[in-house]
């Protein structure tokens, strides 16, 4: 079954802080992988896509990574900001018109 | 400028009303979808149109149901909702199929309360 997990769970961080946030996949045949950033109560906003050819990302201050190989993918934040307190979902994309697979999210808090 | 914009944001309905929720988009994107998300849990597809062409994931209670009139709008009718059906619900739209890279976007979603 294709499957898309998230570490951590949950995350704490000081303000100014860089992290980064885990996501391991099992879909195949793989077409693409997003991450997205979900505030509480609102919609996901897409950050990046990558493709299988990509290893890495950036948009701002968050950077995902890929690893087709390992099926891995990563997205660091850098000089956290308050703002960036929300949910943020690993979604994959198995090559071929069937669903996406979310993955459950790590939810990130940044306290000052 | 909103491209997707989901009405009401919250929505209270009583266990076995019929209820409906809306969705519009300025993108004139061909896909849009609907989403059920519960508390600390992944979104999950209940149903997609392509154009016209509906798609309705086999998961998907038969309580839930969808029309899309034109390109613009989609609704997501639930006939008699549960209080398992409590829960978010998010629209979303892409140009094209998610295997071909395109952009999926989101509405803010709407809350919706079974009392």
């Known amino acids: 079954k294709n499957q898309v997990e998230q570490s951590p769970q949950s995350l704490i961080i000081l303000e100014g802080k860089n992290c980064t946030l885990q996501c391991n996949y099992t879909v195949s045949p793989f077409s693409n992988l997003r991450w997205y950033k ?30 087709a190989d390992t099926k891995q993918s990563s997205l660091h934040i850098t000089a956290s ?4 307190s929300a949910s943020y979902i690993c979604v994959v994309s198995e090559a071929g018109n069937t669903p996406l697979v979310f993955g459950k999210g790590t939810r990130l808090s940044v306290i000052a | 400028d909103a491209m997707v914009i989901q009405n009401p944001r919250y929505q209270v309905t009583q266990f076995g009303k019929p209820v409906t929720l809306s969705c519009s988009q300025t993108l004139n994107h061909n ?25 309705n994931e086999a998961d998907t209670p038969d309580n839930f149901q969808s029309r899309r009139p034109n390109t613009s709008f989609c609704f ?9 059906d ?22 803010p979603g709407t809350r919706l309360t079974v009392t």
Request: aromatic share 16%.
């Open chain 2, 31 to 55: 896909v849009m979808y609907w989403y059920q998300q519960k508390s600390s849990q992944a979104p999950k597809l209940l149903f997609h149109y392509y154009d016209k062409d509906f798609n």
């Open chain 1, 38 to 67: 979900q505030d509480t109560g609102r919609g996901p906003v897409s950050l990046t896509i990558m493709t299988f050819s990509e290893n890495t990302k950036s948009n701002g201050r968050y950077t995902a990574t890929l690893d």
């Open chain 1, 81 to 84: 900001q308050l703002s960036d």
């Open chain 2, 86 to 107: 409590a829960a978010m619900y998010l629209c979303a739209t892409s140009r094209d199929h998610w295997a071909k890279n395109y952009e999926q976007y989101f509405g």
């Open chain 2, 76 to 84: 997501l009718d639930i006939r008699s909702p549960g209080l398992g």
